[in-house]
């Protein structure tokens, strides 16, 4: 199977970020889903927030491939890029907390990745091992592009489209939420990174949301992969 990055995925962890962050402070803890279904949209026009990114994209060899609804998130959709000639996905979100944006990946087939992205939060989670990934929330379609190419590792690289992207990006976000689970959640380091990039700086925040979301992590069980 082709694997997409997910770093990609990392998207998608930004949103439980927030939720995560957000929640801690008002006491209540939500935990992202270990799996997630993708959902597709016939209706071109709940696409239309990716419009303002599709002309970049498309001048740059990208051509669409989905639109889609996170079926265990409400209120998340996403539209799929790839430029199958240089074997790059863009994927453009529209979250009701984290707004519109967008990442850019690349994998070898050796399952190492890179990914930049215009993601508001997450900057300070670790990555699974071989993916690298970048956070810039003022770079353009091009920069994004730029850094991608520019820091990837020597090809071959996977390639996906339109009849391989939903599987691939449910199957990754699985294994890689399966790897977070296996460090038993979040480390302490990593809240207190996106809490301080948040603006909180409450110890007894930073504390309880640590051990609410790494006892969650405990308490799911384990089940790698997809439907």
Known sequence: ?????????????????IIRIVSAKCGVLLK????????????RAKGR??????????????????????????GVTLVAFANSF???CAVVYRHPLAGIFVDMCCMSEDGSGVTATTAPAAAGLDQP??????FDTQATIRQLYDRVQSERMPGPYQRLDASTFARS???EYAHEMEWRKK????TEAEVRREAAAMGIKSEKVI????EQVRKQYQDEPTHPGVR
């Open 1 to 17: 199977m082709v694997h997409i990055a997910l770093t990609i995925l990392g998207a998608l962890l930004v949103i439980g970020a």
């Open 32 to 43: 992202p889903p270990q799996q997630i279904q993708l959902v597709p949209v016939d209706d």
């Open 49 to 74: 927030f990716a419009d303002s990114h599709r002309r970049e994209l498309e001048s740059l060899g990208f051509t669409p491939i989905g639109i889609y609804q996170v079926r265990e998130m409400p």
């Open 86 to 88: 240089q074997a790059v």
């Open 129 to 134: 091992p071989g993916r690298k990934k970048f």
């Open 169 to 171: 990006f449910e199957t």
């Open 183 to 186: 460090r038993g959640g979040p």
């Open 207 to 210: 504390q309880k949301a640590t």
